[in-house]
């Protein structure tokens, strides 16, 4: 049986739940990606997965920093409402490069008036820590092409280029 290492492919089924064990996201099929730094995965987890085979399942608790990271301040802006489309809704997202360092985010709105819309480039779940479950359903080599790529490809992971 194959253990995961690098250049493998790793299929797994998951669940992320908050501290309080509140599930948030969970597949609904099978994920499959490329094991060994390829940043297709949380670190954390990837660490947590290594060595492991098929059957084995894995639980990696997550702080912020390991996940999507510290919610910063600077990433909450106030704009405009002029600058919005006339059909804006709280929810809606958009990308922006941030003030400061420039990167790009995904900015949601979060909050609207007569003259000003509130937009935050954190990721919704940043801030949290979280718990990460997930059963390991097939481990296999990568391919030279998939290694060449940086990800999974099939079934379960990318389709096409």
Known sequence: MTAIAKNTVVTITYSLA???GAILEQ??????YLHGG???IFP???K???GKQAGDAVDCKMQPEEAFGEY???LVRIEERNVFPENIEVGMQFEGHGESSGEVHIYTVTDITDDKVVVDGNHPLAGQALNFHCEITEVRAADPHEIEHGHAHGAHG???H
């Open 18 to 20: 908050d501290a309080d």
């Open 27 to 32: 597949s609904d099929h099978p994920l499959s």
């Open 38 to 40: 390829y940043g297709n």
């Open 44 to 46: 954390a987890v990837e």
């Open 48 to 50: 947590a997965l290594e």
């Open 72 to 74: 910063d301040e600077q």
């Open 158 to 160: 990318h389709h096409h």
